[in-house]
C-alpha cells in the first residue's frame, strides 16, 4: 500500500472554472477526510465520508463545493465557478473507524491556485 | 465549539538540544484525543504522538514525549536530542471522543527550526 494519493499535485484555474480533486486513500480506510490549509493557518475540517455516506459537513463547504466518494473508495472534490479565495492546499486523508483514537493518514494534498 | 491555541508562531533548536512547543485547547468535554503532526516543506503531514485524555499518564514516542496537563487544557511536546529532519510545521490537534464528531480541531502551527 502506498497511502493516501492525491492527484494533482498541483492546480491552477483561472477564476470561475470548474476544477476537480482526486483522493485514493488506503484500501482497507473505510473513513476519508477532506480539509483546507491556506498559507500560515492550520488545516480546516471540510467534510468526511464513512464508506459512500457523506455523514458530516462544515459550514466552510459552500454550494460551490461537492465531495463524493461514489463506491466507498476513492473520492473527489469539485470546487465550481472557483473564486481567488479558494486558493489553499486540499489535503486528504483516511482512517480506519475502529481506529479512532489513532489519527489519519494524510495525502500529500493538491495545491490550488486560482488566478 | 472547540480551540486549540499555538502561542509559538515560530521556534529554534540547535541540533542535539532539546526543545518544548506549547499548546493549549478549550474544550467542555472529558473525553478527547491529542495529537500532534509534522508537516515538512512539500511534504505530507506525519502523527507524530497521540494521548487519549483519559490517560494521566504522558505519551512517550521515541525522542517525542508530551506534556499533558487535563486541568489546565495543555498538552506541550517536547523533542530531544533534536535533529536537522525535525524541522517542520508543527500541529496540535484536538479530536472529540464523542461519536459522531470525527473532526481535528488543528492550531496555526509553529514552525521549528534546527540549526547545525
Known amino acids: 500500500d502506498t497511502g493516501v494519493s492525491q492527484d494533482p499535485r498541483h492546480k491552477i484555474t483561472k477564476r470561475g472554472q470548474n476544477v476537480t480533486f482526486r483522493c485514493d486513500p488506503i484500501s482497507e480506510h473505510n473513513r476519508l477526510y477532506w480539509y483546507r490549509q491556506t498559507l500560515g493557518q492550520g488545516p480546516e475540517f471540510l467534510t468526511y465520508f464513512q464508506n459512500e455516506a457523506q455523514l458530516e459537513k462544515s459550514r466552510l463547504l459552500s454550494d460551490r463545493f461537492s465531495a463524493e466518494r461514489p463506491k466507498g473508495s476513492f473520492s473527489t472534490l469539485e470546487i465550481q465557478r472557483t473564486e481567488q479565495g479558494d486558493s489553499a492546499m486540499y489535503l486528504c486523508?483516511?482512517?480506519?473507524?475502529?481506529?479512532?483514537?489513532?489519527?489519519?493518514?494524510f495525502g500529500s494534498g493538491t495545491r490550488l491556485t486560482v488566478v | 465549539a472547540q480551540t486549540v491555541t499555538q502561542s509559538q508562531p515560530e521556534m529554534s533548536v540547535q541540533e542535539a538540544e532539546t526543545v518544548t512547543l506549547s499548546c493549549t485547547y478549550d474544550?467542555?468535554?472529558?473525553?478527547?484525543?491529542l495529537f500532534w503532526y509534522k508537516q515538512p516543506p512539500s511534504r505530507q503531514m506525519i502523527l507524530v504522538i497521540r494521548q487519549e485524555a483519559y490517560k494521566q499518564q504522558n505519551a512517550t514516542e521515541n525522542r517525542f514525549s508530551v506534556n499533558f496537563q487535563k486541568a489546565a487544557k495543555s498538552f506541550s511536546l517536547k523533542i530531544s536530542d533534536s535533529q536537522l529532519g525535525d524541522a517542520a510545521m508543527y500541529f496540535c490537534?484536538?479530536?472529540?471522543?464523542?461519536?459522531?464528531?470525527?473532526?481535528?480541531?488543528f492550531g496555526k502551527g509553529t514552525k521549528l527550526t534546527v540549526n547545525p
Open positions: 486523508a483516511s482512517s480506519l473507524y475502529l481506529d479512532r483514537g489513532y489519527g489519519y493518514t
Open positions: 474544550t467542555s468535554e472529558s473525553d478527547y484525543y
Open positions: 490537534a484536538y479530536r472529540s471522543a464523542k461519536g459522531g464528531s470525527e473532526k481535528l480541531v
